[in-house]
């Protein structure tokens, strides 16, 4: 199982439209991405390409999430969407 | 073959346009529904998915040719439609053996009340969900997408009445009238329409049924709506494109002869504020405070409180403004302050009345409109809502006292406030008329009943009595005792952004008239166009009529500038 770490950079959190652009990214990764606060179990984490389980999830700014897929060649999808999340989206 | 329908003008202007009829909600699915005989599990769920498909992609078309928040809301409610979690739920509900209707209903209400649970932001998403939860249904049972129709041409709206999560949508490039077959004056659909701009008229029987793409003409001063129309109508509508364009407002509302009437704004947050300050707004007359309150389980903090007025104050550095107090109940439950179970809630514990119920909160905000008042130069006046006695008028006086408020005032709304005048006003300093209330109890009719809209008119003779005698009665007060300065009356109802209706409150002497910012520049253009004295014989004409049409009539037919700018 392939596992990323990244804390959320946008100053709103993981809400509104940095959620939407997240989720988009993660639908469109060939792999299934799950998405769960750092220290959380990993069978209560949520679809990352879900923007209702984002929301649900209310991951502030500064907070560590962990990305993680059971998918073959997943590290590259995980990769991208880490950095993503290590972006301010909402300062555009 | 040519139709009329008479309704009740509530937002002028003359268009003609083809029709576009707005979708009845889609019902909710029946919970005892089996699945259809021969469906599959998978069957059912992949054409659950083809559904949710086809509604995200409908909605992210929509959203290429919107703008601004309304871009926003439907990329988002876009992205919600197709989304894992909603499907997987519905999934469940399939596998377990639920119609599929019946299935998606279900998860919408599940992630609906997940998102209100998280509360803020999140909570205020609830809507989105179960306005894509409704279009699935309609999806999946090929019935049309509920919310205002899309069209690539200009159109008139034709349906049986808005609610107020229609407005998000309206596009005002697209929609050039509204005709509702239910509301009345004071319906969400006229409230929007004079907040648009938009030719509306409601209480149109049948106007609903008039068939989709039909030609449709509206009149929104005289209610007339015209089904395929003929030369004349066309020639209206033309007339009415044509006509000279109202001028901006100048910032000082006055007669031709300099008899300074202030135009003031009606407005329920500082962003509101700012953009009546931009339009000209002398002041505030009305500023609601409910805006804080509203969608709350508790009693927001008085830190809250005094960030929230300040901004509005903020707006208006050395002008008049005037806040009310919380006026919940009836119309505007709150969990925390108002009994949901009373039999007749317009008639129950509202606004002041509160006060009784759960003493407190009224003293606490009165603490942060102080605090906020003191940290900005506007000239901040404070009315209780709903007061009907002196004996209520002189309570509010002392608390507004005991909170360091110099100006007290109440609104007039209960005709016994306004047959009662000089008493309540001889303990405090002014009245303000809300005319959406006072015409509901004068006339006993409620306001969001459409069948009853023609006694529910600002017109009605009774009504008309029931102002001047509050104006009587202030003049009566003052002369008692001068010492303590003029009593004002204004006026913060719907009744003052009517062109006509504004010049007969002027001449009645009412001081101030506050409206919705969008009337500003039709009020003071007509109030511009005659002398005080034309104003006062407008009002004793108004005041003699037997009826409201009768009024309205006499008074237009004596205002030419109404023709002229298609008021």
Known sequence: MAERKATVASRVGLHARPASIFAEAAAAQPVEVTIAKEGEPAEEAMDASSMLSLMSLGASHGDVVVLRSDDEGADTALEELAKILETDLDAT | MMRTIQGIGVSAGRVLGPSRRMPPPVPEPDPEAKPAPGSTVDGEKARLKDAAEAVREDLKHRAETASGDAKAVLDATAMMASDPMLLKAAGKHINAGMSTDRAIWEAGMEVAAMLQSLGGYMAERTQDVLDVRARIVAELNGLPAPGIPASDVPFILTAVELAPADTATLDPAMVIGLVTSEGGPQSHTAILARSLGLPAVVGAPGADEVPDGAEIYLDGASGTVVVEPGSGERDAANKYAARSSLPAFNGSGATSDGHHVPLLANVGSGKDARAAAEAGAEGIGLLRTEFCFLGRDTEPTIEEQVAAYGAVFEAFPGRKVVIRTLDAGADKPLPFLTDATEPNPALGVRGFRTDRTS?????????????????????????????????????????????????????????????????????????????????????????????????????????????????????????????????????????????????????????????????????????????????????????????????????????????????
């Open chain 2, 359 to 567: 003493p407190g909160v009224l003293a606490r905000q009165l603490e942060a409109i102080a605090a906020a008042a003191g940290a900005h130069t506007a000239d901040v006046w404070v009315m209780a809502p709903m007061i009907s006695t002196a004996e209520e008028a002189a309570d509010f006086a002392v608390m507004c006292a005991g909170a360091g408020l110099g100006m007290p005032g109440v609104m007039v709304e209960v005709p016994a406030a306004a047959i009662m005048s000089e008493a309540v006003l001889s303990r405090v300093r002014f009245a303000s008329l809300g005319t959406n209330d006072l015409t509901q109890y004068t006339m006993a009719s409620d306001r969001q009943l459409g069948s009853l809209a023609s006694l529910n008119d600002p017109w009605q003779p009774a009504v008309l009595q029931l102002i001047s005698a509050t104006v009587a009665g202030a003049a009566r007060a003052t002369a008692l005792e001068p010492a303590s300065g003029a009593r004002t009356v204004g006026v913060c109802g719907e009744a003052a952004a009517d062109p006509a209706l504004a010049v007969v409150l002027a001449g009645m002497g009412v001081n101030t008239l506050s409206m919705t910012p969008r009337a500003l520049s039709g009020v003071g253009a007509v109030l511009e166009s005659v002398t005080l004295e034309q104003a006062k014989e407008l009002a004793s004409r108004a005041l003699a009529a037997h009826t409201a049409a009768e009024a309205r009539t006499i008074v237009r037919s004596r205002l030419p500038i109404l023709e002229q700018l298609g008021l």
